[in-house]
């Protein structure tokens, strides 16, 4: 096993730069995800841990050995794509022993490589069929099984579910999780799906526009995000924003009006105080409105489309103004049919931001 570092890396393509001095620290058996949206930078920064892309500035360790300058096959590393990339006429077994085969390692070891990796994914009643013999999961366990023959010092995955189903989607998270607590293995996964990023990191690294936005474990990201960017972007559903001015403010509260709510005022704390006038944007995540009266400001809401699904409901509701916010219920009967809702929001659980999205509170 190894740890990953990363010091101010930066990548240009010509005169484009997509990735900005990048600096991070992966621990050696970490699961960190990288997460963010199309075109943040994510995959490129993972290729340059692999070596399939150069760093145009900037440092990268593995193991405490600098790499810019070894090959990839050298690096220690195992990568899973997000194509298959099976060779359709081999079967499960000669796929995972290929690559070893090719290097001339030694075929007592590589059965025993094998073997292994088939047991780790469950694989081996599968191991004489070809790939058009098997479903999109059970090729992506052979996928993975091909990296795990590699015994690397650190897995990479490349958006390794999204051609799956939202069924097999979830079973190959699990899948993934077992794999990461059975081998203890260093591993790096890169996604656009903020579920996934939550539900399966040790740590979350959070990149926009090529630039780490935060890093931290996937809860505390949740409850304590850096910035209106983060707040947004973790969390399903995501965090409703409303427009508001600042009306006054003291040391350690500001007292704001909802742009699109009337005269509806609530006062929040803040720990970097906006001045009287300025333009700010509330946070408020869906599980945390409350009933008519139980909170500090009442907001009254014309009722969209209503989800009911068992425990829960997502009401999706819009301000008179047409802003649209989600409101999440614990199932309730009496709500089913409603046209209107008044939500109300707790001070203690409303997020701040200033007209750029930095955090006031």
Do not use: W
């Not at 194509?83 to 022993?97: F, G, K, W």
């Not at 073997?115 to 996928?143: C, D, F, T, W, Y």
């Not at 958006?159 to 069924?167: F, I, M, V, W, Y």
């Not at 990191?201 to 409850?223: C, H, M, N, S, T």
Request: proline letters at 4%.
């Amino acid at each position: 096993m190894a740890g990953v570092t990363l010091k101010n890396v930066v990548k240009r393509f010509g005169s484009v730069q997509v990735i900005h001095g990048a600096s991070l620290e992966v621990e050696d058996g970490e699961f960190v995800v990288f997460v963010g949206p199309s075109g943040c930078g994510k995959s490129t920064l993972l290729r340059i841990v692999a070596g399939l892309e150069d760093a145009s500035e900037g440092e990268i360790e593995i193991d405490g050995m600098l790499v810019n300058d070894v090959e990839p096959a050298d690096r220690g590393i195992a990568m899973v794509f997000q194509s298959y990339a099976l060779y359709p006429h081999m079967t499960v077994e000669q796929n995972l022993s290929f690559g070893l085969r090719m290097n001339g390692n030694p075929r007592e070891d590589t059965n025993r490589r094998v073997q292994k990796a088939a047991e780790i994914l469950r694989i081996n009643e599968l191991m004489k069929r070809r790939p058009k013999q098997l479903s999109g999961g059970q090729r992506q366990r052979v996928a993975i099984g091909r990296a795990i023959v590699r015994e690397p010092e650190v897995f990479l995955f490349d958006e390794p579910l999204s051609n799956l189903d939202a069924e097999l989607r979830v079973q190959m998270r699990v899948e993934i999780a077992r794999l990461h607590s059975e081998l203890g293995t260093t591993m790096i996964y890169v996604t656009h799906d903020q579920t996934e990023a939550m539900t399966l990191a040790d740590k979350i690294v959070v990149l926009r526009d090529g630039k780490i936005e935060q890093v931290g474990k996937p809860l505390d990201l949740y409850d304590d995000p850096a910035n209106q960017f983060v707040a947004g972007f973790m969390g399903s559903p995501k965090m409703n924003f409303m427009e508001a001015s600042v009306k006054s403010a003291s040391n350690g509260s500001a007292t704001v009006k909802l742009v699109n709510q009337g005269g509806a005022m609530i006062t929040l704390p803040v720990s970097d105080g906006p001045a009287v006038g300025d333009r700010v944007t509330v946070g408020v995540r869906p599980e945390h409105f409350r009933a008519a009266g139980q909170g500090d400001c009442d907001i009254d809401l014309n009722i969209d489309v209503a989800e009911h699904l068992g425990s829960t409901s997502y009401i999706y509701a819009n301000t008179k103004s047409g802003e649209q916010l989600i409101v999440e219920r614990e199932e309730s009967r009496s709500e089913v049919g409603l046209e209107k809702l008044t939500a109300s929001i707790p001070a203690q659980q409303a997020f701040l931001f200033d007209a750029q999205g930095k955090r006031l509170n």
